[in-house]
Every structure is written in C-alpha cells, then in structure tokens.
C-alpha cells in the first residue's frame, strides 16, 4: 500500500491568505466606522429634537424661549459694559438648565432653584458662581441628552475656567449651545467684524449698540434682558437657528474652544451656553474663546435644531452670509439651509 504523505500550505500560500485577508478588513473597517457615525449622528439627531422639544414646551408655558444665560444689564438693554445687575449681580444659569422640568429632570431643576430664594438666578460678580451657590452633585450631573456620542471629551467639562481666578469650574459637559446671532463677545467695534454681508472691507459689524439677531442670548428678563418669542422670528422659524453644537477643540490661536455645560456658565460669559454665527461651523478662525463658532465631531459640519423644532446638517463649508442669515431672527435675509 502506497501512503500519500498530506501536503500543507507552503509559506508563499500562507503570506497570500494573510495578505487577503488584510485587505477584506481594510476594506470592511471603513464601513464599520461609517456605520458606526451613522448610529453616532441618529443619536446627536434625537437628542437635538428633544431639546427642541423642551424648548417650545418652555415657551408654551412661558410665552417666550428662555434667555441664553440669566445675565443682569445695569441700563439701556444688551448693551457689553454694563454687564451687572442689582448689588453687582451678574449672571450664572443657562438655557440648558431653565428646561430641565420639560425633559422629565424636576427633580434636578428644584435642586438647583432652592439655592436661588429669589428665583433671580443671579450671583454677585467674581463669587466664584455656581460653585459657591449649588451642590457639586448637582452641577457635575451627567444628562446623556446633552451629550453627542461622537464627542470624546469625558463627561466633566475641564475647560470653563473662572474669571479673576485659576480656578476651573468642572461642570457637567453639554455638547449643545445655543444662537446667540451676530454678537462680537467682547463688545464694542472691532475691525475683525465685518458688516452683515461678510464684505471684509466694510463697516466693522457692532452688536454694542443693538439686539445680536439670535435667538438665545445672554440677559436678565428684568434687566434689559431678551426673551424671544415666536412671533419675532419673523425670518421663518425654519430658517432660524436655535441650538447647534460645540465640540471642545482647540482654536487657531491655542486656546481652548470650550465646549458647553448645560447649567450654565462663569458669570459674565455666555460662550458656555451660546455660540456665535461670525465664524460657519468647525471653524478654527474665532479670534477669542468668547466668539467660537459651532462645531462637531461629525465629518463636514454641525447638527442643528431650527426653530420650528427640526434638525438638519449645516456643512463647514456653507457661505458665510447664508450662515449669519440663518442665525438671525429678524433679518430679512433670502437664505437657503438646504
């Protein structure tokens, strides 16, 4: 009887199969990471609907949105320089926090009023704000709807530092920021900002001496501050931004872009809450952390909810003026967001 000896793979069929096999998962993997950002975007998606939600149930018991931040102005309105209130009073709590009770959070939001008696939301200026006034517990709550999964800064916030101090007030991150329109955050003139049509060569842009055009900005209702309501956005609720999102990374200047913190923000600075439309979405060109633009994790733009409540994906490379028609209320604008 002959016995065949029982041949095996020579090295050369080995290397073959393994090199096979290397290029099926180098063609599978970006599939899986496409799929995965897929879940990743639905996920941002949903939870910016509910927002959105939130946001008109606060109106209709309210007959307004809520103001940015609850920031006090002495006289004459939203007016930069006259940023205090009542006993030197400046602001502290956000948006994000005013419509907790519309997202099945009362209890949290009761916890956070009860150390307000006034039911102002106002805290002396440089008194290390939230911190000194609500329970850490509290303030470092982790609210998933407030977070886009494709972001991968940890759930507390590390970069909200506080103002005439070293101290960083860790809060509980939030990925979403509200339109605060064209408003330079420092105020006053500047020949960076251009006028509205975005004509570099034109007329420095001032929201000083006016109304920024958005839709959640900073002020005290009692203070000269805004409370829009429906009614004045007369552009189209669906062709007004509401809330968009902010991501964390760093400028083109190195400087920490803050991503935001549902509660609130460091007294006088409403860029933890809000964002700015000087700059189109991802934008590293923001000359300060005060006017950083919207901006994401998801390849080629941002997640916004308009404010007839539906979200849609705005690219990074979107006109400026169509951008800037878009983030205000009342401006007359033809844009299309398509």
């Not at 090295?11 to 096999?21: D, K, P, R, T």
């Not at 941002?44 to 307004?64: E, P, R, S, Y």
């Not at 409370?227 to 007369?234: C, K, Q, T």
């Not at 950083?292 to 941002?302: D, E, F, L, Q």
Request: charged share 15%; with cysteine; hydrophobic share 35%.
């Amino acid at each position: 009887m002959i016995t065949l000896a029982r041949r095996g793979f020579t090295l050369v069929e080995l290397l073959v199969v393994i090199a096979i096999i290397g290029v099926l998962i180098a063609l599978l993997l970006p599939a899986v990471q496409q799929a995965r950002e897929a879940a990743r975007r639905a996920q941002c998606t949903n939870n910016q609907k509910q927002i959105g939600i939130a946001l008109h149930l606060f109106h209709d018991v309210n007959q307004n949105f809520p103001v940015g931040m609850t920031g006090a102005y002495s006289t004459g309105g939203p007016t930069l320089g006259a940023w205090f209130g009542p006993n030197n009073q400046s602001g502290a709590i956000g948006w994000g926090c005013r419509i907790l009770p519309f997202m099945e959070q009362v209890a949290l939001y009761d916890g956070i009023v009860e150390t307000f008696p006034d039911k102002n939301f106002l805290i002396k200026w440089n008194q290390n704000g939230i911190r000194n006034r609500v329970p850490q517990a509290l303030y470092q709550a982790p609210l998933q709807t407030y977070m886009c999964p494709s972001c991968p800064m940890p759930e507390i916030n590390e970069f909200i530092p506080l103002s005439g101090s070293t101290i960083d007030q860790k809060f509980a991150k939030s990925n979403y920021v509200g339109n605060a329109g064209v408003a330079d955050g420092w105020g006053g003139p500047k020949p960076r900002r251009t006028d509205i049509d975005g004509n570099k060569s034109g007329t420095p842009y001032d929201y000083h001496n006016g109304d920024p055009g958005g839709v959640l900005f900073q002020g005290h209702p009692s203070y000269g501050g805004l409370e829009i309501s429906l009614a004045s956005i007369v552009d189209g609720t669906s062709n007004t931004m509401m809330v968009s999102e902010r991501s964390g990374e760093m400028m083109s200047n190195g400087s920490q872009r803050h991503a935001g913190a549902w509660i609130g923000g460091n007294e006088n600075r409403v860029r933890e809450v809000c964002f700015r439309a000087f700059e189109t979405p991802n934008s590293v060109g923001a000359d300060n952390t005060a006017n950083t633009a919207a901006a994401s994790m998801h390849p080629g733009g941002v997640l916004t909810c308009f404010a007839d409540g539906s979200v849609r994906f705005i690219t990074e490379t979107i006109a400026g003026t169509t951008y800037r028609g878009l983030s205000t209320r009342a401006g007359g604008e033809v844009t299309s967001n398509e």
